[in-house]
Nanobody
């Protein structure tokens, strides 16, 4: 089992930056591929970014590419998502997820563990 707890969300203005964190405990975090997803009101959960177990590869949704950076610190069992130049359409609950596999995955069904989410609201 892996327990995931997100933090760092909040209310910001368009153009601001936020760094989301996801603290992991339980099963060896360093062996897990990790991802960020988000769900806006009335919409389905969508992929945001993913990273391999050792951070050597990353992938991003087109909607955040160039504005966001996913990273991890395996010594601290923590996953991050740095988001810059935030837009109102980034408003959503952001979830981190872990897979028992070590690779890079964009599909939510590939992930085995999920956090409870942290809310990000971007005002115009």
């Amino acid at each position: 089992q892996v327990q995931l707890v997100e933090s760092g969300g909040g209310l910001v203005q368009a153009g601001d930056s936020l760094r989301l964190s996801c603290a992991a405990s339980g099963r060896t975090f360093s062996g897990c591929g990790m991802g960020w997803f988000r769900q806006a009101p009335g919409k389905e959960r969508e992929f945001v970014a993913a990273i391999t177990w050792n951070g050597d590869r990353t992938t991003y949704a087109d909607s955040v590419k160039g504005r966001s950076t996913i990273s991890r610190d395996n010594a601290k069992n923590t996953l991050y998502l740095q988001m810059n130049n935030l837009k109102p359409e980034d408003t959503a609950v952001y979830y981190c997820a872990a897979t028992r596999n070590s690779g890079l995955y964009r599909m939510s069904r590939s992930y085995d563990y999920w956090g409870q989410g942290t809310k990000v609201t971007v005002s115009p």
